[in-house]
């Protein structure tokens, strides 16, 4: 019950997803997913030079960011050109209703797949033990989809977006040091790039890091995991009678592999 000036009244019951999705569910509403919606590039009254460092994923779409608010924006990246790496990228809804509003929405229902479902499973026997609903009701409920895309396709798009918007991507420039008091970026090469604001997006080996930490540049710490990464042709996995079940519908499978009991009395860690 919530009361409300003095006077009960009966909370609604929420359908799907569930209760704790209710309050997304109101403010997502009057964003509904449209296919190709494109919110308007907007002109500054302060043009800006902006300078970002590395053309992965969150450099190129922060540069496309930067450059729909009418900024000058210029990415250095020290590979000599943009290769295909990577596998499957998981694009959900709060990231898609963003990538829809910058024009990407075509580009991605021809190049990424939207999955009806993601399934949680046992690694002894492949038994389901979790499931989770992605289909159009998701897309009502948050205002997109949740696309599933080649990081390659996905690079590609934020790439040429922003050559649309007059992004200038620089390759072969391994930027190798800052100056502060201009501000500048040099490269190995003996450039040197001015610009009003700098956006370091080259991971965590970058040459920003010990001039934002003030000189200091603890080494990353190792947590001991590690990610195998693979793509496999979907004509492979029909032809194979243990792996054509998995293309029968557009969903996704996850295996937990781990399975380890802790000794009784004892506090797993």
Known sequence: MAVANGTS???????????????????????????EEQDSIHQPQVKLRILVVGAGLGGLAT????????????VLEQAASLGEV?????????????????????????YAIKPDSMTFRRWENGEPIGYTKLDSDFAETYGAP???????????????????LGVEVITGSRV??????????????????TADLIVAADGVKS????????????????????????????????????????LERPGINIWYVI??????????H
């Open 9 to 35: 009244k009966t909370q609604p019951e929420v359908g799907y997803p569930s209760q704790s999705t209710a309050l997304l569910e109101r403010i997502h509403r009057s964003h509904q997913y449209v296919g």
């Open 146 to 164: 949740y696309f599933v895309i080649h990081r390659a396709d996905f690079h590609r798009a934020l790439h040429s977006l922003a050559a649309k």
């Open 259 to 268: 399975n380890i009991t802790s000794p009784p009395d004892t506090v797993p």
């Open 207 to 246: 040459r920003a890091r010990p001039v934002v930490l003030g000189g200091q540049d603890p080494p990353p710490q190792r947590t001991g995991f590690a990610a195998y990464r693979a793509v496999v042709y979907s004509k492979d996995m029909k032809d194979d009678n243990d792996t054509a079940w998995l």
């Open 63 to 74: 540069a496309v960011a930067l450059a729909r608010q009418g900024n000058e924006v210029t």
């Open 176 to 193: 190798t040091d800052y100056d502060e008091a201009i501000p500048s970026a040099s490269t190995s090469d003996g450039r040197q790039y």
């Open 86 to 110: 990577g596998a499957g990228i998981q694009i959900p809804p709060n990231s898609a209703r963003l990538l829809l509003k910058w024009g990407i929405g075509p580009y991605l229902e021809q």
